[in-house]
């Protein structure tokens, strides 16, 4: 490698930041129940973290259908905002007449509870599911 003048990239792996503040309870209206007899009646949401030689850490949040298990909305972006997660939710949207009565799924992260996530589920009339703390699916 060093003749050839080439070298690895050593990518530092990322660490959860935790501040153990409490997280209040919220409520769960799955209870477990991922199945859906049609489209749009249950979403779930959730953001990964991609790393890129450019930009460093990058998220993307997306929503995906349960009956469909396809991608129906997605949003990218160098910060893990409530604005990211919104824009994610947004866009699943743009492909439903009507979303009140949705449930959409999510865990307890600070975009998902936070007021302007809250209020636009409530202008949009969708119901928020949430998982309990340490359990993603639950």
Known sequence: MALLGIHSIVIKKYRHFSDNKSVPEK??????????????????????YIHTQKDGWTYLASVMDFYSRKIIGWAYGTTMTAELAVKAVENACLNV????G???HSDLGTQYTSDQFE???AKKKIHH????KGMPLR
């Open 102 to 104: 949705i449930i959409l």
């Open 119 to 121: 209020k636009y589920l």
């Open 27 to 48: 409520e769960n209206i799955l209870k477990q129940d991922f199945t859906a007899t049609g489209i749009n009646q249950k979403w779930c949401t959730d953001i990964t």
């Open 97 to 100: 007449t009507e979303p009140s």
């Open 129 to 132: 599911s949430f998982s309990r």
